[in-house]
């Protein structure tokens, strides 16, 4: 009796947004990336380091990860009425990791201005004054520890004070790689580096958008053999050049190890603000010749979350020649503040 029915009609609406419905609709995303790993030897899902390598902070999560190029996704582990608990013991963990490196550091610097002093004291002072002096140096030196770890402690308590929940919220700590910034995909919000407390909803996937990616949904289906030729919602997501490379093949058989396959290239200016569809390259039995591509400039208020975006901002009919659209924002804002 595990079937979603059997869980009442909400938990199934629940499980339809926030999972199953997500899927579908991002399946020429997934279908796509690992397309490039079968035939590239990419990686579609990998830890933070291995994008952000320039990042120390980056390094030791183990708990976020990134899906293809674009998403970074932040698994919500416990329950909502629990999940601001587990978030502040998380920040705790993460800042104990921090402090605990940061004390080896100071203390062998320490250790190493004592063994420099203590020569020079051996030599400068008789054996009755230099041993006063180390004990002079010793009770300096526990006092410096004691009132360093209790200000660690101030710190760390005024960034771990409690977070309410509601019931159908869920929170947690998110670290955002430095280098770029990052979108709520349900809500637009734009966060940049470093560590910030977000929420969820009960049906919202926890995860997020790279700015100056473009990302390719494709309409609610019932199973992956269904037919695929209903419009694909291209969202763009502004603040850095990017590029995506939609891949297609026939979902059933091997034949695309044959070159039986199809790749259309996106490419955003975000200087330019223009969008750019290159030229078909392959084709396989069964193409759809005619696509549909509904351009959405993501925006606040404008392309967000799982539901199709009723009014596109462009909608090329494509025949497989290449074509160049414009994404204009309103000019009264700055790329970077579109999605604040």
């Known amino acids: 009796h595990t079937e979603l029915w059997n869980y009442g009609q909400k938990t199934m609406t629940i499980i339809n947004a926030s999972a199953i ?24 899902q990998r830890g933070l380091m291995m994008d952000f390598s320039y990042d120390a902070s980056s390094r030791s999560i183990d708990d976020q990860f990134l899906f293809g190029d674009s998403l970074l996704i932040t698994p919500i582990l416990s329950p909502a009425n629990a999940a601001s608990k587990n978030a502040a013991k998380t920040q705790e963990r993460h800042e104990r990791d921090a402090q605990l490196q940061g004390g080896v550091e100071e203390r062998q610097q320490q250790n190493h201005a004592q063994d420099e002093r203590a020569q020079h004291t051996r030599e400068e002072e008789d054996d009755e004054n230099e041993d006063k002096e180390e004990h002079e140096e010793e009770e300096e030196e ?6 360093e770890k209790e200000e660690g402690k101030e710190k760390s308590d005024r960034r771990l004070k409690p977070t309410i929940s509601s019931s159908t919220k869920s929170v947690r700590w998110v670290y955002f790689p430095a280098g770029t910034a990052w979108v709520n995909f349900h809500t637009g919000k734009v966060h940049h580096n470093g560590w910030e407390e977000v929420s969820f909803s009960l049906s919202e996937a926890p995860f997020f958008v790279r700015t100056g990616s473009i990302l390719p949904l494709g309409g609610y289906r019932q199973s992956v053999v269904d037919r695929e030729d209903s419009p694909i919602e291209v969202r763009i997501y ?11 093949d026939d979902g059933l058989s091997r ?24 030229s078909r390259q392959g084709s396989f039995p069964g193409m759809a010749t005619n696509r549909t591509f509904n351009i959405v400039c993501v925006r606040a208020h404008h392309g967000l979350g799982v539901e199709e975006t009723t009014h596109p901002d462009h909608v090329i009919h494509y025949n497989g020649s290449g074509v160049v659209v414009p994404c204009s924002f309103p000019p009264s804002i700055s790329t970077s503040a579109l999605l604040a």
């Open 21 to 44: 419905g997500l899927r579908y609709r991002l399946l020429p995303y997934i279908y796509s990336g690992f397309a490039k790993t079968d035939l590239n030897g990419w990686t579609m």
């Open 142 to 147: 526990g006092d410096n520890k004691d009132k």
């Open 238 to 248: 502004p603040g850095r050049d990017g590029h995506f490379d939609l891949y297609e």
């Open 255 to 278: 034949d695309y190890q044959r070159n039986l396959s199809s790749l259309i290239s996106f490419t955003w200016s975000d200087s330019s603000q223009i969008l750019s569809v290159g």
